[in-house]
């Protein structure tokens, strides 16, 4: 097994795992010990297809979407005790989200040690999900070293102690979709319309679809997105902010 893995390429998960300082003695102790078994599913865990079509992340990812469920429904059930069972799947889906992957991902500067085909490294459009599908095979990894979720919590309770707090603080900035489509529904009128439209066609152009929002006929707010629902959440929460700037009975 340890001939299919570099020595360079131990130094380097080494390097990184130790980097998500994750304040537990037996995992640190894993980690100096440079375990061959762990070190393959590390490995495999930070593979993509396209540079490993046998051996690459995507059993990891699967595993590591149950125990991401599981280690924030245990944070919320400690951390909110009070709060209500709506509230509480509407707090998880967003520390849970592939959008909050990412940006964990990116935060811990994951990419740098993805092993990726030629094809996938020149994918700007599909950068961030492979971020997020990586992110979320290291969880499951991580989980794998001990068959226990206490070192997922420990890591993971970091981040989502401050995250929970913004998304609480302001919950339509994260779902202003579903934000707006409530506030409509209280003021009695129609769903709001999306219109989008291809202006580029570069992938991972910020600008590349423009999308309007229409609500009974009347053009309310536009914006520039790199996909259809990027372009969609922008524009939405831009007619949030204005709806709340004119006090027009948003309650959310």
């Excluded at 070190?39 to 930070?46: M, Q």
């Excluded at 990812?61 to 799947?89: C, H, P, Q, W």
């Excluded at 990419?111 to 499951?140: C, F, H, Q, R, Y």
Aim: net charge positive; with cysteine; aromatic share 12%.
């Amino acid at each position: 097994m340890k001939n299919s893995i570099s020595d360079a390429r131990i130094e380097e998960i080494t390097k990184f795992l130790k980097s998500l300082n994750i304040k537990s003695k037996r995992f640190l102790k894993i980690i100096n010990s440079r375990d061959q078994f762990l070190i393959y599913v590390f490995n495999e865990a930070l593979t993509h297809s396209s540079g490993n079509k046998l051996i690459n992340y995507e059993n990891l990812e699967f595993f590591g979407d149950a125990v991401l469920r599981l280690s924030a429904s245990e944070f919320i059930d400690k951390t909110y005790k009070n709060m209500s069972v709506g509230k509480r799947s509407e707090l998880r889906s967003q520390i849970v989200s592939d959008e909050w992957l990412t940006q964990l991902g990116k935060k811990i500067d994951i990419e740098k040690v993805i092993i990726k085909g030629p094809k996938a490294m020149g994918d700007e459009n599909s950068k961030d999900t492979i971020i997020a599908e990586t992110t979320e095979a290291l969880i499951g990894a991580i989980y794998k070293c001990f068959n226990s979720i206490d070192e997922v919590n420990l890591w993971l309770n970091n981040f989502w102690k401050k995250d929970a707090e913004l998304f609480l603080k302001a919950p339509y900035k994260y779902n202003a979709k579903s934000a707006l489509q409530e506030w409509c529904q209280s003021q009695g009128f129609d769903l709001p319309i999306y219109e989008i439209n291809e202006v580029s066609k570069n992938h991972g152009d910020p600008k590349r679809f423009f999308c309007e929002i229409y609500i009974n006929g009347s053009k309310e707010a536009y914006c520039f997105g790199p996909s259809h629902k990027k372009a969609e959440k922008n524009a939405a929460s831009i007619l949030i902010e204005k709806i709340i700037k004119k006090k027009r009975n948003f309650s959310l």
